[in-house]
């Protein structure tokens, strides 16, 4: 099996999270990936890359929210758009973040803001990429705890490892150990991941395997870039991690 085959090897039993829109398996099959119970229908709709359900029913005076938009979600935007423009940028992205969860790093967030990006306006993000983004990282926080076995509030790379496996990322621990190699603060001790490392390292894996699926349209774990489209491709990841 090729590494990128491994890659997009996938599990059976993906828990609620940021499930891959399809997944492939030992075959090179696809097949849609199934949401566990508690999974509503509103977060089934709504698109890892912020592109949520459209439609009326906008909350608070603010356009573009998905109805049924989660009131905590709604205080959250409200509490960091001071000027009421109905967008907010890194800053107060970062500053909602580290208020709904624990300190954001801007890199986590930057990165963030390129996923969930507002195609008219690039540099902030509105309420409806806010609340695709909130959901985002709180199936993101389900993984974390779920696969944080040993309750310590840290994720080590076996943990990482296997978390990253249940949403269909069968990444091989070589590459895993240069990915979170940039958190080794020299101590000599294993090098664990907060929840914010969690998460740039989640995205930049599952953005990069998305956009590489989309240039592999037959399934096959292979694809062909020109030098232009890989550049594209990779250089918005890797300008967040470094």
């Known amino acids: 099996m090729s590494f990128l085959s491994k890659i997009f090897r996938s599990s059976s039993s993906a828990p609620s999270a940021p499930s891959l829109r399809e997944s492939y398996d030992q075959r090179g099959q696809t ?12 977060q089934q ?6 592109q949520g359900t459209s ?28 000027d009421r423009s ?32 507002n195609p008219h306006d690039p540099r902030r993000i509105g309420p409806k990429e806010f609340a695709a ?11 974390y705890e779920r696969y944080d076995k040993d309750k310590n509030g840290k994720i080590d790379l076996f943990e990482l ?25 020299g101590s000599g001790r294993m090098i664990e991941l907060d929840f914010d490392s969690f998460v740039e390292c989640g995205v930049i894996l599952k953005g990069l395997t ?8 037959s399934y096959t774990g292979t694809a062909s870039f020109n030098y232009d489209e890989f550049m594209a491709m990779a250089i918005p990841f890797l300008a967040s991690y470094n």
């Open 45 to 50: 709709q709504q698109s890892y890359y912020g």
């Open 31 to 42: 097949y849609r990936a199934s949401y566990p119970s508690n999974y509503s229908h509103q």
């Open 161 to 185: 490892r296997d978390a990253l496996y249940s949403i269909g990322l069968a990444t091989p621990s070589s590459v895993l150990q240069v990915l979170i190699s940039k958190y080794d603060d």
């Open 86 to 117: 109905g967008f907010i940028d890194e800053n107060e992205l970062q500053k909602a973040l580290s208020s709904g969860y624990q300190r954001f790093d801007i890199r986590t967030v930057r990165l963030l803001m390129f996923l969930f990006r």
């Open 133 to 143: 983004l909130w959901t985002c990282i709180g199936q993101w926080r389900g993984i």
């Open 55 to 82: 439609g009326g029913g906008y909350s608070y005076g603010y356009s573009g929210l998905p109805p049924g938009t989660s009131p905590d979600i709604i205080r959250s935007f409200e509490m960091v758009d001071r």
């Open 210 to 217: 998305e956009k590489f699926k989309e240039k592999d349209e």
